[in-house]
């Protein structure tokens, strides 16, 4: 599974930004996909994902203010994200879930100036 992310830039405290990623390259269907991110010197860490059937998972830091969605058809999630903080200024990676194999995306940097 290859994952091309998008998205990711610069943007205001308070602002909005909505990332992407596209999944291809695999004859399997997807289970879950979605985002983790890795602020410098700080671990990687879960943001949200959303298995195929719609059912989403948020970490605690974001919830209320991104929501994650996917299009099935597309191999396709996206994850809109409202209310930056500067803390959430990161590397955002893209990541897939297919035939018991995690897969990552080249990563997103997502800076949120004060």
């Known amino acids: 599974v290859q994952l091309q992310a998008s998205g990711g830039g610069l943007v205001q405290a308070g602002g909005s930004l909505r990332l992407s990623c596209a999944g291809s390259?695999?004859?399997?269907?997807?289970?879950?996909m979605g985002w983790y991110r890795q602020a410098p010197g700080n671990q990687r860490e879960l943001v949200a994902v959303i298995t195929s059937l719609g059912n989403p998972k948020y970490a605690d830091s974001l919830k209320g203010r991104c929501t994650i969605s996917r299009d099935n058809s597309k191999n396709t999630v996206y994850l809109q994200m409202n209310n930056l903080k500067p803390e959430d200024t990161a590397v955002y990676y893209c990541?897939?879930?297919?035939?018991?194999?995690?897969?990552w995306g080249q990563g997103t940097l997502v800076t949120v100036s004060s």
């Open positions: 990541y897939a879930l297919s035939m018991g194999r995690n897969y």
């Open positions: 390259g695999s004859p399997f269907s997807i289970n879950t």
